[in-house]
């Protein structure tokens, strides 16, 4: 347990059973959202819906410079325009730093995590972390914060993607929770929030696949309940990249809600729904909900901006 358990706001109380299905869907404001993040939030909502589970919103803005001028607004109003129903208050990540700060001091007091001195240029071009500061026992102060990982397959059976598998320590090497400039990483904060939010199904796109491995093993540290994941094809532009804010997509024109959506729910493969108000559309959508029709690939086939 946590040193202060009064920093953990959470949808549940210690002893109570977790639903059986709790989705979310989990956007970054460094950017508008654009049609891949639609078909996210599509596909995150009808398969909770289909379950007959919860969904909730979660803002990721931890990274605050990183955060685009009037992106989290954008968001706000995507959600409105869609008549996406949230079955819980939006939370920001931005707000929560100390229950992120309350689980690194967790681990460090089980010797699971240590700081790191090394800027960009002293690693180079090298991605894997070799440890070289996992000895030396240095403050945290203005240091990154490392988590020790294991030299040992980490596998799990994604639901669209098959079995995904993946050797830390040999891949990658002890990855930052913590930034030297104070910024939290995504992989601890989404981590944490998964668990306090009761999340037992994750829906998003595949370019986070690769990042399953990394909180799979930090959940285990934390003790927390494994969670199913499926990652989703990826929308591509013209250029054959995937549609991202880094590659300039489009934001959603929320004037042209209700076709929109039929297109995300077309990219989907699901069956057809009728132009009509987002919310009648999306009950129509839940109806027909079928995750065996969703391509098992990496990248939607077509152009979507």
């Known amino acids: 347990m946590l040193n202060n358990p009064a920093l953990i706001p959470s949808l549940f109380k210690e002893g109570d059973k977790r639903m059986a299905y709790v989705g979310r869907f989990a956007p970054s404001p460094t950017g508008p959202l654009h049609f891949g993040s639609l078909i996210t939030a599509v596909a995150s909502y009808c398969d909770a819906r289909a379950h007959h589970g919860q969904w909730l919103v979660r803002i990721e803005d931890t990274d605050i410079p990183r955060i ?13 325009a869609f008549q996406f129903e949230m079955d819980a208050d939006i939370i920001f990540q931005k707000n929560r730093l100390d229950i992120y700060d309350a689980i690194i001091d967790q681990l460090h007091q089980k010797h699971q995590v240590y700081a790191c001195q090394c800027t960009r240029k002293m690693l180079g071009s090298n991605h894997i972390y070799t440890g070289t500061c996992l000895n030396l026992n240095l403050s ?3 240091k990154a914060i490392r988590v020790k990982v294991p030299d040992q397959n980490i596998c799990f059976k994604d639901r669209l993607q098959g079995i995904h598998s993946s050797n830390l320590q040999q ?4 990855f930052v929770l913590k930034r030297r ?17 009761g ?5 998003r796109g595949a ?9 799979i093993w930090l959940g285990s540290l934390l003790g927390y309940p494994t969670l199913q994941y499926m990652h989703l094809p990826l929308a591509m532009n013209a250029q054959g990249q995937k549609l991202s804010k880094q590659n300039l997509a489009q934001a959603i024109d929320l004037n042209r809600a209700p076709e929109l959506l039929q297109q995300a729910i077309h990219a989907l493969h699901q069956p057809h729904v009728d132009l009509d108000t987002p919310k009648h559309m999306l009950k129509q959508a839940i109806a027909q909900w079928d995750i065996q029709q969703i391509p098992h690939t990496i990248e939607l086939q077509g152009t979507y901006l």
């Not at 685009?68 to 409105?80: F, V």
């Not at 891949?171 to 002890?174: K, V």
């Not at 400039?181 to 939010?197: E, F, K, R, S, T």
């Open 207 to 215: 370019d986070l696949l690769d990042n399953t491995e990394r909180q």
């Open 140 to 142: 945290f102060e203005q």
């Open 199 to 203: 999340i037992t199904h994750v829906v």
């Open 181 to 197: 400039d104070g910024i939290m990483n995504y992989q601890l904060a989404v981590v944490v929030d998964d668990y306090l939010q």
């Open 171 to 174: 891949d990658l090497g002890d």
């Open 68 to 80: 685009y001028p009037g992106s989290e607004n954008h968001i706000l109003a995507c959600l409105d």
